[in-house]
């Protein structure tokens, strides 16, 4: 057989030449809708291909970006690999600190960035000493930045010819680079080969997984910055899909309106959003246009979210597991035979409980302290460990692996698999209360709580305590003008969650969010540690 | 990221344990229907990757089939390069002396066969000079072969254990060798790798291509000798998918006794199983059950049957176009978008003369003589070359590659690209007609003569002329009690084919079929080259 690397660019090809005259739609920050496709976006990554090259960057050098999910991101994702550089795509969710530090961690010497971070950059300024090179991903005038010798973007573009022939190299050479949020340390790299991206973007597509066809018209609503938009980029091009990247505004109005124009089939994100976008369906009246899946991941998706969704819209609401270290496909919540069998409901009751199931090139495993498998009984919870050609083996510039000696990666999180083959978090290893010797779930009693009426948000934490050790503790976030009592909240547990988990009391208040729009439980661990002690 | 080897034992494994229970049912020659799973088909691939270790085959070493369609042939798919050693899937549809030339040629120390070769075997024994171990695909008794001491597959299994941990290796290791027909010299091996099965697994289960589910159920009616079955059997595990193997009864009572049963809603062979299958729909007014997908390849499909499977029966019909040299996947002709909004018919029209469109991870090319790039007009017919990761390189035990200076592979077919992506196959190179220096593509006249009414099949040939060099001479093989004229054909083809192409004669013949179904032009041009100069 042919040695024949696996390479980005050959995504780019296959788009441009199988599927050329399919359309790719981007709302740029303050700009008209911008509108071309495959055969025109390859011609225009070509293009930036030589841009790069031209400034001196080639293979071992990296480029970092701070942008949102707009056209020039896109062209990005295919250029800067194609000149064989790396990709850093920042994240602009993090403190400036962190973002400084990750831009000097990947060693980058280019920086490219939307109209809207001027400011952020000007700030960072200071502390990007190895920047050779600050280009503005924009048209027209550039503003004046101090301090800075500013590119523009299609200036830049517009003095280049497309690069025809992509560089082949090895498949194994580094492409894009991700950091995770790192609540609790410094962000830490994750590096995607081309090798990696190529296998997850076909393993992707699969029926298992998102079921990408040339008639979907999808719209990534993850954040391109953030473990590519969970690959989705690659994976519409690779399927011929229409595209549409919504920029920066992730509010319910803004993406209903790209939903009704362009006829989206499929679009995914984290839960905050898809519960403003269903606020927005419901305030307006109006329908969900063509859209018929959305999977849904970063954090548990609420039960009734999902069957409102159901019921009312007719869009299927999938969840998806995955993490930064797992590029990020890990589990999908699509249906099988065996599931269909059981009847609608039970398929919902597990679609919508479960994180998803086991796809081809990720292996799980769920095991004891003692490294142990436990049964796939849907009830033995444990330490969930992944290996596969798409994860992690060690981050960025160390020099450990990240594996056990068996290959494995712990992934931090604690879960169930089941009979059927899905998976299901019920905590991070880090979250994780443990009462009397024995585990809380704090996932589960959040789910519960947050489909009682008026909870907005809900996290629960273990907090210390005299007796247990830690005692769950809940906070709740209702809507405005809603009123949440521990009585009611209290009955409404009750019949939903084990007996001894009843959280020992209830607070009022605002839930944070980390960057990547999970709860903070490090900052309500700190607000609330010894909240019961002190309480007394 | 994780070097984490692409190895065929990855795609058991997963189906194993995501869809272990998904039925596989067999119907073996001469025994009652099997029927069992993916968990129980790993246990027992296990066994017989036990078994191979024990007769001291492992790396560097092949074992060599002459089977069927059945489970057992099935397990050794996975049994025996998941041992490490390569299997050689004989084709009992060659000559004696070929099938012995391809055992030898492979270098095979171990021949596993079905009851039915019995006669087979004890004929070629004399030249198997290297095969250390006979094994019959059977249960039960065995029959005296003089001069072989056979062992019993199941005896065997029965005596090992299931191999737990499938050992992981470079997946750049061969895997499976086919053997190419070989209609005019020694037939060529083509050893596929781990990871270029693996890929073209991936690659075939995705919409463009098979669009296989869990919920399909899959039986393949081309050959699991014959290019791993369009790889079909890898891509049915990768998906989830219920999996039937017809053992060697292609007749149309026998797969219409299991599509209805089993209901099967995928297939896929060579026409001439379909025309046979479609006679006897036609012949005891059933339906089709739950078929709904066929895909059929090998050569060019009558444009009649399909408008027939698609009206009559709800069944869509797909070209594949592809060869032992691609694993096979080329083109597959699923629809576009672009195709649908120009409405049913235009799309009937594409899919049913096209062979197919670009696919992920093969690229295609037609040049003219001189190896320049013709336009994708759907009318500049030239040389189809290919390349990716799953065409061949070189011809097993070939010093030389088999690619040109840039890695394309010469296909030997002459075809055309159109501005959709569809290729279409005008001649075999060597079946081309040179008439007064222009092209006479066969293909299309014989498409053309086909759909006269009485004609079953037919061929067209260059032969010798004095003043043309060579024209175009139809053979036609009518329907039983049928007739077909000179005049009526001309009058048919008149308004189908271009003028000049018109063939200076029609002779009524059987039409000879190769070893895989299709027309050998070989035996013809040998009874009808000089047909015209003599005739005069």
Redesign the interface.
């Known amino acids: ?4 690397p ?1 390479m980005i660019s ?2 780019l ?2 788009a441009a ?6 359309e790719i739609v981007s709302r740029p920050v303050d700009e008209p809708l911008w509108r071309y496709n495959y055969a025109a976006l390859a011609e225009r990554a070509g293009r930036a291909a030589n841009m790069i090259r031209q400034l001196g960057i080639g293979p071992g050098d990296f480029v970092s970006t701070l942008a949102w999910n707009t056209h020039r991101h896109y062209e990005l994702f295919f250029a800067v690999p194609g000149a064989g550089a790396v990709l850093h795509t920042g994240n602009p969710r993090l403190s400036d600190e962190q973002i400084a530090y990750t831009i000097n961690h990947a060693g980058s010497s280019v920086l490219m960035f939307e109209r809207s971070f001027a400011d952020l950059v000007q700030r960072l300024r200071p502390q990007l000493t190895q920047i050779r090179h600050f280009i503005m991903l924009a048209d027209g005038d550039l503003p004046d930045m101090p301090g800075i010798e500013l590119l523009g973007y299609e200036q830049l573009l517009a003095q280049e010819e497309s690069l025809q022939d992509w560089p082949s190299f090895d498949e ?1 050479a580094g492409a894009i680079l991700c950091y995770t949020s790192g609540t609790t340390s410094n962000p830490k790299g994750v ?3 081309h ?2 991206i190529v ?1 997850h973007a ?2 992707s ?4 997984a998102f ?5 979907d018209c999808i719209m990534p609503c993850s954040s391109l910055y953030h473990c590519t938009a969970w690959g989705v980029p690659f994976a519409a091009a ?3 899909a ?1 595209f549409v990247l919504p920029g920066d505004k992730m509010d319910g109005e803004s993406l209903q309106e790209l939903i009704q124009s362009e006829g989206v089939t499929f679009s995914g994100g984290v839960p905050t959003i898809w519960t403003m976008y269903l606020e927005h369906l419901e305030r307006t009246g109006e329908d969900a246009g063509k859209l018929t899946d959305l999977i849904i991941g970063g954090s548990a998706v609420p039960r009734a979210m999902a069957e409102k969704f159901q019921s009312k819209y007719g869009v299927a609401v999938r969840q998806l597991w995955g993490m930064t270290e797992t ?1 990020p496909l890990g589990v999908v919540a699509t249906p ?3 599931l ?1 069998e059981l009847g609608e409901d039970a398929v919902n009751e597990v679609i919508w409980t479960r994180q998803g ?4 090139g990720i ?1 799980l495993k769920v095991v004891d302290e003692q490294g142990e498998r436990l049964p796939a009984d849907g009830k033995s919870a444990g330490i969930l460990m992944v ?7 060690r981050y960025f510039r160390n020099e450990d692996s990240a ?1 056990d000696a068996d ?1 494995w ?1 712990d992934t931090g999180d604690i879960a169930t698999l089941d009979e059927h ?1 899905f998976m299901r978090i019920t905590d991070r290893t880090k979250d994780v209360i443990k009462s009397g010797g024995e585990w809380v779930s704090s996932i589960d009693i959040e789910n519960a709580a947050v489909s009682c009426p008026g909870v907005r948000l809900a996290a629960v934490i273990g907090v210390e305590h005299d007796k247990w050790g830690e005692r769950p503790l809940l906070i709740v976030e209702p809507y405005p003008d809603a009123e949440v009592t521990m009585e009611t909240m209290q009955e409404h547990l009750e019949s939903r969650i084990v007996k001894w988990w009843m959280p020992d009391d209830m607070v009022i208040d605002v839930v944070p969010l980390t960057a990547t729009g999970k709860i903070d439980k490090k900052v309500l661990r700190e607000r609330y540690y010894t909240y019961l002690v002190e309480r007394k």
Chains 1, 2 share one sequence.
């Open positions: 057989m042919q040695h024949f696996l050959s995504i090809q296959y030449t199988a599927h050329g005259d399919r194994n590096l995607y080969s090798r990696s296998l076909m393993a597509g699969l029926s298992s079921n990408f066809s040339a008639f690779i399927n011929g229409k590029s099988t035979p065996k269909a199931r086991l796809q081809y292996e290996r596969g050609p798409w994860t992690v083996e594996l290959g990666f083959g």
